[in-house]
């Protein structure tokens, strides 16, 4: 078992940063696949970063590449979010999420083992 908690969202003028931390607990946690996820009012849910295990990989979604960096620190049993040049589009609930599997964080979301609460950003044009 698994249990997610976000934080670091909040109110940011554009062109600003953030740092969104997820904090899990539970033994397991660096044997799982870190991801996190946006939703915007009226849009679905879409990923947006990814982490393996032991932080060797990652993946993001084109819109955030060289702008957001993820990163996990397997001692603390937390993942990070690094949100920089942020524009009014990225305003979202942030959500991260933990699975053994890649292929489900990226392509099968609806199969997502664990989520966190979410926490939300917002940035001001």
């Known amino acids: 078992q698994v249990q997610l908690v976000e934080s670091g969202g909040g109110l940011v003028q554009a062109g600003g940063s953030l740092r969104l931390s997820c904090a899990a607990s539970?033994?397991?946690?660096?044997?799982?696949?870190m991801g996190w996820f946006r939703q915007a009012p009226g849009k679905e849910r879409e990923f947006v970063a990814a982490?393996?295990?032991?932080?060797?990989?990652?993946y993001y979604r084109d819109s955030v590449k060289g702008r957001f960096t993820t990163s996990r620190d397997n001692a603390k049993n937390t993942v990070y979010l690094h949100m920089n040049s942020l524009k009014p589009e990225d305003t979202a609930v942030y959500y991260c999420?933990?699975?053994?599997?890649?292929?489900?964080?990226?392509?099968?979301?609806?199969?997502?083992?664990?989520w966190g609460q979410g926490t939300q950003v917002t940035v001001s044009s």
């Open positions: 999420a933990a699975d053994p599997q890649f292929s489900t964080l990226y392509t099968r979301s609806h199969e997502i083992t664990y």
């Open positions: 539970g033994r397991t946690f660096s044997t799982y696949w």
């Open positions: 982490i393996s295990w032991n932080g060797g990989s990652t």
